[in-house]
């Protein structure tokens, strides 16, 4: 099996190494050069506390940042009491407080409130250890029918340590609420953390809407990704890896050609991040072509980059 699988990375490097003799691109009819799109690195960690390196450009104005929840059903009843209690986190976040339902807000604005002053302790104490964080993380909580946290899910993390994001969501595992009607609820909590200097400035380009569109739709191949680690796993194989895959998209936005390159670490990882991302699809690029460039490290190690 093992050769199989070299065999498959062979060829993928074939295709991305192709010596420069490529012959010239067809002249792109609309008169604009390719839509590009460069996305941060993704660390995909086997705990769950994935994050983008460096957050997306803001894009268009009022676009989204937060991807698609996907949906929860939640459980037929709820869960026995575990036999003891949670461990503590790494930051040590203060006990959740139960919260009640108001008629003057919404159970997500007291969400917010309940977990503002935490999350507050979680990021302080993670600069101890990074110090140069100014980033942002969607904290979703899936309520079950007793109003108890069955899940903590982070979504669209960006220049947040690991440290940081698995202290929030250990605060935010911690929270009660009244059963809710029903039978089940689920809550986003958006945090943006900036430094006393306020917003960073940037430069915006004429492709900050498409790149920031990108970075949702790379998000979007977390499980698959998770899938290829915990294969990797399984078969007891290496569990790090980084690479360089650029996208190479049709008129559609889907994925017509994988470059990888370069790239470190285990390939049959490599491998099946590839296979993951050829199945995504992004907008449409301008000009009927376009680019994305990705790159995924698989469980990095502290201090590594």
């Given amino acids: 099996m093992r050769s199989s699988v070299v065999a498959t990375w062979l060829a993928l490097g074939s295709v991305a190494c192709g010596g420069g003799e490529a012959s010239a691109p067809a002249a792109d009819p609309s008169g604009r050069r390719p839509a590009t799109a460069e996305v941060a690195e993704l660390e995909i960690r086997a705990g769950g506390a994935d994050r983008f390196v460096r957050c997306a450009p803001p894009g268009a104005l009022g676009q989204h940042w937060i991807p698609p929840i996907p949906a929860w059903t939640p459980p037929s009843a709820p869960a026995a009491p575990a036999p003891a209690a949670d461990p503590p986190p790494s930051l040590d976040p203060t006990e959740g407080r139960p919260v009640a339902r108001t008629r003057e807000r919404t159970l997500g604005e007291q969400a917010i409130e309940a977990t503002h002053r935490d999350f507050r302790s979680c990021f302080r104490k993670s600069l101890l250890r990074d110090p140069a964080q100014d980033g942002r993380v969607a904290i979703v909580l899936r309520v079950d029918g007793s109003g108890k946290v069955a899940a903590v899910e982070s979504y669209a993390a960006c220049e947040l340590s690991a440290e940081a994001l698995g202290c929030m969501k250990q605060v935010a595992s911690r929270l009660r609420f009244d059963p809710p009607a029903s039978g089940g609820e689920t809550l986003t909590i958006p945090v943006s953390f900036t430094s006393r200097d306020g917003v960073r400035k940037t430069v915006a380009t004429d492709d900050d809407a498409f790149a920031a569109a990108a970075y949702l739709v790379v998000e979007s191949a977390r499980p698959a990704l998770h899938?290829?680690?915990?294969?990797?796993?399984?078969?007891?194989?290496?569990?790090?890896?980084w690479g360089t895959f650029t996208l190479s998209l049709a008129g559609d936005g889907r994925v017509a050609h994988v470059h990888v390159d370069p790239f470190?670490?285990?390939?049959?990882?490599?491998?099946?991040?590839a296979s993951a991302l050829e199945h995504l699809a992004f907008a449409p690029p301008v000009g009927g072509k376009g680019t994305v460039i990705a790159r995924i490290n698989f469980n990095p190690r502290q201090g590594s980059r």
């Fill in 264 to 273: 470190r670490g285990e390939q049959r990882l490599l491998v099946c991040a």
């Fill in 227 to 241: 899938a290829c680690e915990e294969a990797a796993r399984r078969e007891h194989t290496g569990l790090e890896a």
